[in-house]
């Protein structure tokens, strides 16, 4: 593998903060029950007008889940507290021993926030002059990936920071994350297995169609994500599809052997097929040695470490399975960190084609 040598760039006065989702600040049920109630009443999450959204968020869905939500962290809570904040700080660490300026983190809910991550920029560089967020959302979804970059927008806005602000769009089809993605999947597929299933994280359909700048293409046409379009810079459904697409050409994988299905809905009108149900239809097929990996977290999760690893893997042996394996996230390995790194490394010499276009 190519060694990552350190990127001087002292003189741009650059920061970098990694963009991530966020995890509740312990697994005590007030804890959850406060971020809960900050990630679903997102409008970019549950999309309904705010006084119906705050009487389903806060008055059905919240007091009902908090509770088990909170019993359900607690399956994969470790020592040093929330994996994916922990996984998060150590991907900052390993990059930042490639980088002499400033790498910090910032969660959308909860903490550490994005005000937060500023501050420590501006700390350690007080002459800041720009800072590269990198949202950990390979794939464009209002409720991942816009979120995330329009609430860093409005709190550098509020906050009047005087740094420019830019992010880096996308990247389901780069070629770092895609030669990161397959070479993490590689190791699980030299002893036999029946099938890799890609789990996706689901979204309502609605979400596509509110992302559509054509206003007449996702969901709309037959076999729309196969059909050339400007909607497919932020169709999340035609972006997963691409990125399994290649990385089953790279890794080899023929059609017959992988599928796709959707994760962690919440409600009707979700992307299909679920990934629940196929874990118990997957069996009564004949596949009985199941791999499965989730490509749009890029570091492990309660939706990975819980809802797939655990909850998944009871499911797919209940229903007659034999063998099951969770591949774990791409987290902190080295052609992960070789990925972000080289997007860093462009930026600093001057190309901006993986930056997202309004975000400059």
């Known amino acids: 593998m190519q060694t990552i040598g350190i990127v001087n760039m002292s003189q741009s006065k650059l920061g970098i903060i990694l963009m991530n989702l966020g995890s509740p600040d312990s697994t005590d049920v007030k804890d959850v029950h406060r971020y809960l ?26 007091p009902f889940r908090a509770s088990k939500s909170a019993e359900a962290y607690r399956t994969i809570w470790t020592k040093e507290g929330s994996p994916l904040v922990l996984l998060s700080r150590q991907l900052r660490d390993k990059l930042q021993a490639t980088l002499q300026e400033p790498v910090e983190i910032a ?12 501050k420590k920029l501006l700390e350690r ?15 464009y979804a209002m409720s991942s990936y816009e979120t ?47 099938h ?28 729309c994500c196969h059909v050339a379009s400007a909607a497919h810079a932020r169709c999340y459904r035609h972006q997963v599809f691409t990125t399994t697409r290649l990385v089953t050409a790279q890794l080899g994988i023929p059609a017959s052997k992988f ?61 007659g399975g034999t063998s099951y394996a969770m591949i774990p996230c791409m987290n902190t390995q080295p052609r992960w960190v070789e990925a972000i790194h080289g997007w860093v490394r462009g930026y600093a010499e001057g190309n901006r084609d993986m930056l997202l276009e309004d975000g400059r």
């Not at 007008?49 to 919240?62: A, C, E, N, Q, S």
């Not at 309660?302 to 655990?310: G, S, V």
């Open 37 to 62: 109630m900050q990630f679903l009443m997102d409008k970019r999450v549950i999309d309904y007008p705010y006084l119906f959204r705050k009487l389903l968020v806060g008055g059905i869905i919240v």
């Open 107 to 118: 969660m959308r809910y909860g903490n550490p926030d994005m005000d937060s991550a500023y």
């Open 125 to 139: 560089t007080p002459d800041l002059e720009e800072v590269l967020a990198i949202p950990m959302y390979p794939h």
């Open 148 to 194: 995330a970059v329009e609430h860093a927008k409005k709190v550098h806005r509020q906050k009047k920071y005087s740094f420019r602000l830019n992010f880096i769009k996308p990247y389901y089809n780069d070629t770092g994350y895609i030669r990161a993605l397959s070479e993490s999947i590689q190791p699980y597929l030299e002893k036999p297995y029946d």
């Open 196 to 223: 890799i299933l890609f789990s996706y994280h689901g979204i309502p359909g609605r979400h596509l169609r509110k992302t559509d700048p054509t206003h007449g293409h996702c969901l709309q046409q037959a076999d």
């Open 259 to 319: 599928s796709i299905s959707f994760q962690s809905r919440l409600g009707k009108g979700w992307l299909e097929p679920f990934t629940d149900l196929r874990l118990e239809q997957l069996p009564a097929e004949g596949i009985k040695n199941l791999l499965i990996i989730c490509p749009s977290f890029v570091s492990d999760c309660l939706e990975t470490l819980e809802e797939i690893a655990l909850r998944g893997r009871d499911s797919f042996l209940q229903a």
